[in-house]
């Protein structure tokens, strides 16, 4: 290889270094940014206002212990159900009790959206609250939903 | 015959060819022929190797270009970030107050 391949080759390679380099630290940089904290998101997605914003911190570290309260239940029913499983013994009551525990923790959550959305201007607390309505209890929608359509094995219910 | 006076680099050369093989004779025209090897790389094309190499060796464009290099990769990094960034904010928020989210 002569000089001049080389000068080529170790310029190439200095220049994809430098390069790969900004490309992964602006990347990063500007990733960390956006998401600094939770509620970062909620900030820039609904233009909310520093008066608002303190108001939705509170209820939303209000909300969070509740949240983990909840979770710590329906983990330790969830629990109960898998033992008695195990052991053979009936499980429909505790899989009723696990359910409720599941439907009280939607329910509280949906509170906290609605809490939240009245925090905002009218037509941004709507959005927030059909956006979060898509991303939490929507996907339990879509997989109950898709539970009515029939497969293409023929086994289906709700239909026919 | 008339022999046409030397120029400085001329007699340069005369003198460094005759260090070069003291004590012998150098054949007429040798001189000419060396001048002439001298010469002949200039006329020819430089490839497209060396062309380059000389581009990348010139301090003030090696850095000009090495910094455009930088600045495009750093604002495509950028767009990337933000992009990437705006939706991993959006899954945080969203895991914080429904944790089953983070699971899907």
């Known amino acids: 290889m002569n000089r001049a391949a080389r000068t080529i080759i170790l310029a190439a390679v200095i220049v994809l270094v430098a ?16 998401a600094a904290d939770d509620l970062s998101w909620l900030k820039r997605e609904f233009r909310l206002s ?3 914003m303190s108001r ?6 209000g909300y969070l212990p509740k949240c983990r309260e909840m979770c710590a239940k329906i983990a330790a029913k969830q629990g109960e159900v898998e033992k008695a499983l195990a052991t053979g013994e009936v499980v429909d009551q505790k899989l009723i009790e696990l359910g409720m525990l599941r439907a009280q923790c939607q329910a509280q959550m949906l509170r906290h959206f609605q809490d939240v959305s009245r925090e905002m201007s009218p037509e941004q607390g709507k959005r927030y609250l059909s956006e979060m309505e898509r991303l939490t209890l929507g996907f339990h929608g879509e997989v109950e939903r898709s539970m009515g359509e029939t497969p293409p094995s023929g086994h289906g219910h709700g239909k026919g | 015959m008339n022999e046409e006076p030397m120029t400085p680099d001329e007699a340069k050369l005369s003198k460094l060819l005759r260090q070069g093989c003291p004590g012998v004779e150098l054949p007429s025209g040798f001189q000419a022929a060396v001048w002439r090897r001298i010469e002949k790389p200039q006329g020819v094309p430089v490839g497209i190797m060396q062309l380059l190499a000389g581009w990348i060796l010139r ?4 850095a000009a270009g090495l910094a455009v290099v930088v600045v495009l990769a750093a604002g495509a990094g950028a767009i990337r970030g933000v992009r990437s960034g705006e939706r991993e904010a959006r899954d945080r928020y969203v895991s914080s107050v429904d ?3 983070s699971l899907r």
């Open chain 1, 19 to 34: 390069g790969a380099g900004a490309y992964l630290c602006a990347m990063r940089l500007c990733a960390r940014q956006m």
């Open chain 1, 50 to 52: 520093q008066g608002e």
């Open chain 1, 56 to 61: 939705i911190r509170q209820l939303h570290d």
């Open chain 2, 59 to 62: 301090p003030k464009l090696a």
């Open chain 2, 99 to 101: 944790p089953s989210y």
